[in-house]
Structure formats: C-alpha cells, structure tokens
C-alpha cells in the first residue's frame, strides 16, 4: 500500500499549524503516493515504528491508502524491521528535513530548548540543498561538542546519503 496525504493532513502541514508531533508531520511530509511502508521504515528505525505511526495517522484521517498490485506477499512486506542507518531510497530535500528534525528532537530539545528552536526555524527556513547544508553543518558542529567526532562523522555521512545530490551548472 501506498500512502498519500489527505486534505486534513494538507491543512495540518500549513505553517501555524501543529497538532500532531514531529514524527507524524515527518511521515506526512513524505507521504507522496510513491512510498510505501516499506520505504519508511529505514527513517523510523524500523518498518514496526513506521507502522504504528501510519496506522495512527491512516485511523485519524491523515493519510490515505493506494493499493498496488502485489509482486510480494504482504507477509514478506511486513518482514523484520530493517536497520536505521540503511537509506536505498531516493534522496530529497523532504527526506532530509524529517530526519534533521528528528535529529534535533533527540540531541537538542532537553538540553538546549533555545538551540533548538534556532535548528527548527533554520529547518523550517531551508528551501534549497545549500541552506539545508548550512543548518546541517550547524547541527553537526554542536553534535560533535556534545557527542564527539565519531557520532557527528556517523550523522553526516547520513546525511549526504538522504541529501540529493548538488546540481551541475
């Protein structure tokens, strides 16, 4: 099954608009008709995680289901859950949003609210690759003070595989 957005999850995604939590709004913001369950359980750490938070949103309204004719049977679909740091999708600016909002919901939040809140609206702020790579670096710089070198190495190389690639003029 493939998941789209429905009109309510559209009004959700308007700026001003928060009801829901960051992983929600993450998997909404992918939810393009082109992605399934599958796809989205590499960024939630698990096919089991993407599915929980799908099912609440499919339930609540958010997102709606397209069937596809089936090359596998759903039971191999709903296989164990695949390791987070393994990304074979296609990279995209939304892709690469969600997962430095995570990022910053886990590393920050606690421990630097107003940091935080400065990543969030660089997040929010960053249309193109570049402003993206600005807000990343920024991210990556704080993660290597608080986490060291070899954490903030492991996240950008995350990173450059979720970011697509820089076009050629």
Avoid: N, W, Y
């Avoid at 998997?27 to 939630?44: N, V």
């Avoid at 969030?120 to 690759?129: I, K, P």
């Amino acid at each position: 099954m493939f998941l789209t957005k429905t009109d309510k999850a559209r009004h959700e995604l308007q700026p001003g608009r928060r009801t829901l939590g960051q992983r929600e709004r993450a998997l909404l913001l992918m939810a393009d008709g082109q992605r399934s369950l599958t796809d989205f359980g590499a960024l939630f750490g698990g096919r089991e995680e993407a599915g929980r938070v799908a099912r609440h949103l499919l339930q609540e309204g958010f997102l709606q289901g397209r069937q596809v004719e089936a090359v596998e049977p759903v039971e191999v679909i709903e296989a164990a859950p695949v390791a987070a740091d393994i990304f074979d999708g296609k990279p995209s600016l939304a892709t690469t949003r969600m997962f430095l909002f995570d990022l910053c919901e886990r590393m920050f939040v606690r421990r630097d609210p107003v940091l935080a809140e400065r990543f969030r609206e660089a997040l929010r702020e960053a249309r193109d690759r570049d402003s993206m790579l600005v807000t990343a670096r920024a991210m990556l710089g704080e993660i290597e003070q608080a986490a060291g070198a070899a954490r903030a190495e492991a996240i950008r190389e995350r990173i450059e595989k979720l970011l697509p690639a820089s076009p050629v003029h």
